[in-house]
């Protein structure tokens, strides 16, 4: 029997999902044209009638989540003044790991005068999910930037939380060349307590960045103009060029029409499956 156990896992342990997507974007007439895509695993990336003179992209896992041990790699650039918004076709979920962490590793490069939307919908973490990501963004001085994560630690419109797991989120940020930005966040063992203190959720089950490059202290004031219709809790700040929107919310909905209610302030035109 013990034999037999142990063949079950060695074969589960074996199973595991990878999945790559890697391309790049120019501009040509002024006009965002895909240049080489390559994808393998179970991750593709689609990409609908184009809007106006940019290029919009949408990520489909046809794994149908994320399980331990699973890895997906993203490299994505962006070239002189092209202009590139991607999403995702559904909220990504993470599921329980018994076992090694999923690993999600996302690369950025976006050159002179480009411009690069980075919003995917909810990525949802199950109990005792364990997965480890990390954002590696490389800017030239004249590109811009709109980067937009919201993580829900359980389906809570479904009676879910997550109390136990592990949540290693790891960002990097250069501009011209310059580390103008680096945070690592590690949540793990019992994610449901740690979440319910006052300093950290406030019980809580919803967290959110907007990284907006360039971002100034007018930018700041405009999204503070919105502060009134905020169902949750929104902090906002700008240095080293850039400005950084944290969210906090009860639930997954209310983070993201706080969201969305911020992206409406910076100009920002919202992904179309955001609207669904």
């Not at 690069?116 to 973490?125: A, K, N, S, V």
């Not at 103008?180 to 590690?186: D, L």
């Amino acid at each position: 029997m013990r034999s037999d156990l142990s063949v079950t896992s060695g074969v589960f342990e074996a199973n595991r999902a990878r999945g790559a997507v890697r391309f790049d974007v120019h501009a040509r007439d002024g006009v965002t044209r895909r240049g080489i895509l390559h994808e393998s695993g179970s991750l593709r990336v689609r990409f609908p009638s184009p809007e106006g003179e940019g290029l919009s992209g949408v990520f489909v896992n046809t794994a149908g989540g994320v399980a331990g041990g699973d890895r997906f790699d993203i490299e994505i650039t962006a070239a002189d003044a092209a202009r590139l918004t991607l999403t995702t076709a559904a909220a990504e979920k993470i599921y329980r790991a018994p076992g090694q962490a999923a690993e999600l590793s996302i690369a950025l490069k976006v050159g002179p005068g480009a411009h690069l939307g980075w919003m995917p919908q909810e990525t949802i973490l199950f109990d005792r999910a364990r997965v480890h990501r990390r954002f590696d963004i490389a800017l030239d001085e004249t590109a811009s930037l709109l980067l937009c994560e919201i993580v829900v630690f359980g389906r809570t419109a479904m009676g879910e939380r997550m109390e136990q797991g592990e949540f290693v989120d790891r960002w990097r940020l250069s501009r011209g060349g310059k580390l103008v930005f680096a945070e690592t966040v590690r949540l793990d063992g019992n994610i449901g307590a740690k979440l319910g203190r006052s300093a950290v959720a406030d019980g809580g089950a919803a967290i959110g960045t907007a990284l907006i490059v360039p971002g100034d202290e007018a930018l700041v004031e405009r999204i503070r103009e919105a502060s009134d219709s905020f169902s949750g809790e929104v902090g906002i700040s700008a240095w080293n060029g850039f400005a950084m929107a944290r969210f906090c919310a009860q639930d997954a909905a209310r983070l993201r029409a706080d969201m969305m209610a911020v992206l409406s302030r910076t100009g920002a035109a919202l992904p179309r499956l955001w609207l669904n």
